[in-house]
């Protein structure tokens, strides 16, 4: 049986050797199980040493290959190109920076052996993170659990095992914009989940900041849920209804006062807050059709510089 272990890299010269050590401390539990061991490295365009550091291990142990992209091509496009290559009967993906951590393996390997098709990994934690980051990612799990169908849990990491029958699931699922932790919950198939506590990066920075995971969360939503654009359907109707019952009020009431119809400032704030109502409907639907636009045209995920 082989394992295959995906871990994508963007800058990490200092994690892949000390990430491949603390791998091969599950050495013994391996060779337990019968386990045959290939890491693949996925190195995101990174513009350090990273490839470098893979090259050596790969000279030392020939296990340990290679995919590097032409450039930044973000996390979900490593993940696919590392499932990809995968040729294992299990395969894992891990972060690099060890908070995925690999002495876990045994326990969800285990749980495979139990019958279950993939075990998940979720922090039940958020040590370490600024305040601020965990609230709105507490928040867009809430939303989006209330706006999609497909079950997104919160704090679930990427760090995942599982069969080769989920992996080749996943493979056919060859949308451009990729939200693997949707495209894990649509699949289905049996998952057990497993708590750890937050660890914190091994060395290096993390690669997201506030306005990218802002944005990729839009993407989340975007791909894995119609209702904002039912929404906006509801919004622009309950507009309707509120003007008409203005206008026979105003019919009304000029009927029977005979006032001619005064107030401008608030014709105009109605202006605006209708104007505002309709762009921001707009833009909910440019959201889609600019999704749609990336996907008809099949660009490929990612492009390979060099493979080990
Ligand atoms: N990563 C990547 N491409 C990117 C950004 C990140 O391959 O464009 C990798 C990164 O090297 C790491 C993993 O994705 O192995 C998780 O990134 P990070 O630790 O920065 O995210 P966090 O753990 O803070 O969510
Ligand atoms: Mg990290």
């Not at 507490?138 to 997104?152: A, G, H, P, V």
């Not at 932790?181 to 290096?204: M, S």
């Amino acid at each position: 049986m082989l394992l295959s272990v995906i871990v994508p890299c963007y800058n990490e010269e200092e994690n892949v050797p000390v990430f491949y050590a603390e791998l091969c401390k599950n050495e013994p539990f391996f060779q337990q199980e019968g386990l045959d061991l290939e890491v693949i490295y996925i190195d995101d365009g990174s513009g350090d040493g990273t490839a470098e550091q893979v090259r050596r291990l790969h000279e030392k142990d020939p296990r340990v290959h290679l995919v590097s992209f032409s450039r930044n091509f973000g996390k979900e496009a490593g993940i696919y190109a590392g499932f990809q290559k995968a040729k294992g009967d299990y395969v894992v993906m891990m972060d690099a920076d060890l908070q995925d951590p690999p002495s876990l393996l045994p326990e969800m390997f285990s749980w495979i052996k139990q019958g279950y098709d993939s075990v998940a990994t979720r922090r039940v934690t958020r040590k370490g993170e600024p305040p601020i980051r965990s609230f709105f990612a507490r928040m867009f799990y809430r939303l989006m659990n209330k706006i999609s169908k497909t079950e997104i849990v919160d704090g679930a990491r990427d760090y995942r095992l599982m069969t080769r029958q989920v992996v080749d699931a996943i493979l056919s699922m060859c949308e451009y914009n990729r939200f693997t932790k949707g495209i894990f919950g649509w699949v289905g198939y049996q998952t057990k989940w497993l708590e750890y506590e937050n660890v914190e990066r091994a060395h290096g920075e993390t690669k997201w900041n506030f306005w990218k995971l802002f944005l990729y969360s839009i993407d989340g939503i975007t791909a894995f849920s119609t209702v904002p654009l039912a929404i906006s359907s509801v919004v622009g109707l309950l507009f309707c209804f509120a003007a008409f019952v203005a206008i026979v009020a105003l019919v009304i009431k000029n009927l029977i006062t005979h006032d001619p119809v005064a107030g401008w400032p608030s014709m105009v704030c109605i202006i605006l807050l209708v104007a505002g109502v309709q762009l921001f409907c707009v833009g909910i639907l440019g959201q889609y059709l600019s999704k749609t636009y990336l996907e008809v045209k099949k660009r490929p995920i990612y492009l390979v510089k060099e493979e080990l």
